[in-house]
């Protein structure tokens, strides 16, 4: 059973960067980045494809976070900069091992394993 370990978040002043990590314990098709923010609902923000590291980003990533992965260590690392207060909620890293996910902004029904999420928090 694949097992994702979130890290990274915590408090930042606007404007200011994180950089989150999901390392995970066994194979993966494909790693989504999605968050929440309080009293809203879950949203998709980027995935990569482990096999040919296309990437997708939703209107509010662009240009501000950027996901990469490191295969050697399983992980994939989300870098958030010029981060808002908007940007607060808790961020989940979640898995797709059977679906072939990754095909537009991820949503949440194509992934089946999910990490503890981390909050984020964006406020001067």
């Known amino acids: 059973q694949v097992q994702l370990v979130e890290s990274g978040g915590g408090l930042v002043q606007p404007g200011g960067s994180l950089r989150l990590s999901c390392a995970a314990s066994?194979?993966?098709?494909?790693i989504g980045w999605f968050r929440q923010a309080p009293g809203k609902e879950r949203e998709g923000i980027l995935c990569i494809r482990r096999r040919d590291n296309v990437t997708y980003y939703s209107d509010s990533a662009k240009g501000r976070f950027t996901i990469s992965r490191d295969n050697a260590k399983n992980t994939v690392y989300l870098q958030m900069n010029s981060l808002k207060p908007e940007d607060t909620g808790i961020y989940y890293c979640?898995?797709?091992?059977?679906?072939?996910?990754?095909?537009?902004?991820?949503?949440?029904?194509?992934?089946?394993?999910w990490g503890q999420g981390t909050q984020v928090t964006v406020s001067s």
């Open positions: 066994g194979f993966t098709l494909a």
């Open positions: 979640a898995a797709d091992i059977m679906r072939f996910a990754c095909r537009n902004i991820p949503r949440p029904s194509e992934y089946e394993v």
